[in-house]
């Protein structure tokens, strides 16, 4: 089928909006149509070169919820009619990671940057001249309809707004899995989040409903970090210079048991800031993902050891995209998970680079595509 897509063509140039040839679901595949699409930072940084895709044009966006309207030969876990989100990461079950229980570590996550489908290594998508288009993380929620393999689609409740599940996919899991499955925090136990964007406020929520005493949020956007008051934080810093000050008296020297880093791209040459924040055996979540080709870090190697600290990565907060989709989800619905607050705007998809600009002039926690007839 004809329908549109925003794509990259080149580095650094804005997203076009263009018209893309969509293949029909093969083997285990299913096809849907969108309903929202959230607008993380990671989009950003295929724009940026910094997270590249093996080839170009690329179909950007992987935060996304809608409908299946059709399914391929064998597909199983999803029907017609159902309400999903997709999960950036695949997740197939059966590989030795799926089997240990890191869902998130699936090994079809190796095809990630690929931009062909899982079923057969082909392109699903075209251009109408014929050229294969790369989707993000084996999606591309940037487009109205969307052919993907359901290991990518999580079912999800009917009486969910698109708007709100779409975070799901990406962002918020992430950030609120840091706190919960990687930091690991406990109540009582004080966290620091530096960068409140989408993904660190959902790194805030998850350590306020873990019951960290002092939650402390550090981002250079005054309005974020009001809004991070309102979410439950209970300090704000404007830079991380005010924020080890502010903390060691806070806390008497103690600094914080675990820090999430949630900046919108990372700097090796910071990661010692990080560490300084964190307290002895205490552990720093890396969560932000910075340049591919950004190898070298700023680490104060004798207080690593001395202080017997953690540094630890994180991807989709640690979470199972089949557990954590809906969990996410539940907590909301009564009420235990703020996701509105998380919405600041919405676009059309012809607005998507005015929703960029947005996002990186500080006006966004998270801006978020919703999908209308006029789009399709
Ligand atoms: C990213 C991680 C790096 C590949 C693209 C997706 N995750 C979420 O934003
Ligand atoms: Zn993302």
Not at 66 to 80: D, H, M, N, P, S
Not at 151 to 162: C, L
Not at 233 to 241: M, N, Q
Not at 311 to 326: A, R, V
Request: glycine residues 14%; negative net charge.
């Amino acid at each position: 089928m004809k329908t549109k897509g925003a794509l990259i063509r080149e580095f650094n140039q804005p997203w076009t909006i263009e018209e893309i040839e969509i293949g029909d679901p093969k083997k285990g595949e299913v096809k849907v149509q969108m309903e929202a699409s959230g607008m993380c930072h990671s989009d950003h940084h295929l724009v940026t070169g910094g997270i590249p895709m093996f080839g170009f044009p690329v179909l950007g966006g992987h935060e996304g919820a809608g409908v299946v309207i059709e399914i391929g030969e064998g597909v199983e876990g999803v029907a017609v009619g159902d309400h999903v989100v997709m999960s950036f990461i695949p997740s197939c079950g059966t590989c030795p990671s799926c089997q240990a229980g890191l869902r998130n570590l699936c090994d079809l996550g190796a095809g990630l940057l690929a931009g062909t489908a899982i079923s057969d290594g082909t392109h699903r998508i075209h251009t109408t001249d014929g050229l294969p288009v790369f989707p993000m993380t084996l999606l591309g929620t940037f487009s109205p309809y969307m052919v993907v393999h359901e290991s990518s689609v999580v079912p999800i409740p009917k009486d969910i707004p698109f708007e709100v599940a779409c975070l799901v996919g990406c962002g918020v899991t992430t950030g609120y899995g840091s706190a919960t499955h990687t930091a690991q925090v406990k109540p009582g136990e004080d966290v620091a989040i530096v960068g409140v964007g989408g993904v660190g406020m959902s790194a805030l929520q998850g350590a306020v409903n873990s019951g960290a005493r002092y939650v402390f949020a550090i981002d250079p956007v005054e309005w974020k970090r009001d809004q991070a008051l309102k979410f439950g934080a209970t300090h704000v810093y404007e830079d991380i210079e005010s924020a080890m000050a502010g903390i060691a008296e806070v806390t008497q020297g103690f600094m914080a048991k675990k820090v999430i880093v949630t900046v919108g791209e990372v700097h090796g040459a910071d990661v010692d800031n990080y560490m300084n924040i964190t307290s002895k055996s205490g552990t720093c979540v890396m969560t932000a993902i910075g340049s591919m080709l950004d190898t070298n870090v700023n680490l104060n190697l004798a207080m690593l050891t001395l202080m017997q600290k953690n540094l630890q990565g994180t991807i989709f907060g640690g979470g199972n995209p089949y557990y954590d989709i809906p969990h996410l989800l539940s907590m909301y619905k009564v009420g235990k998970l703020n996701l509105d607050d998380m919405i600041t705007r919405q676009y059309r998809l012809e607005q998507i680079n005015e929703g960029y600009q947005d996002m990186l002039d500080g006006r966004n926690i998270r801006g978020v595509i919703r999908y209308t007839d006029e789009d399709r």
